[in-house]
Nanobody, 124 residues
Framework: QVQLVESGGGLVQAGGSLRVSCAAS????????MGWFRQAPGKEREFVAA????????YYADSVKGRFTISRDNTKNTVSLQMNSLNPVDTAVYYC?????????????????WGQGTQVTVSS
């Protein structure tokens, strides 16, 4: 089992920045990818970014490319998402997720473990 706990998030004005982090514990040696997803009210959960747990290869949704940066610190078992140039459409609950199988995917159904989520609200 792997436990994921998010932190950060909050309220920010449009154009501002926020950082959310995710601490992983448990069987972290089984991880291959860590990802961030978000879900706005009335919408499906969507992929935001992912990073290889062992390779550091990064992946981004087109909507956040150039604005968001995902990073990891294996010494602390954490993954962070730095979000810049935020706008109201980025408002959502942001979830950290972990995948234990080898191949990358941005399909949330393929991720094995999830955090509880953290709210990010961008005001106009």
């Amino acid at each position: 089992q792997v436990q994921l706990v998010e932190s950060g998030g909050g309220l920010v004005q449009a154009g501002g920045s926020l950082r959310v982090s995710c601490a992983a514990s448990g069987r972290t040696f089984s991880l291959y990818y860590m990802g961030w997803f978000r879900q706005a009210p009335g919408k499906e959960r969507e992929f935001v970014a992912a990073i290889g747990w062992r390779s550091s290869t990064t992946y981004y949704a087109d909507s956040v490319k150039g604005r968001f940066t995902i990073s990891r610190d294996n010494t602390k078992n954490t993954v962070s998402l730095q979000m810049n140039s935020l706008n109201p459409v980025d408002t959502a609950v942001y979830y950290c997720a972990a995948k234990t199988s080898l191949f990358y995917t941005n399909d949330p159904a393929k991720y094995d473990y999830w955090g509880q989520g953290t709210q990010v609200t961008v005001s106009s």
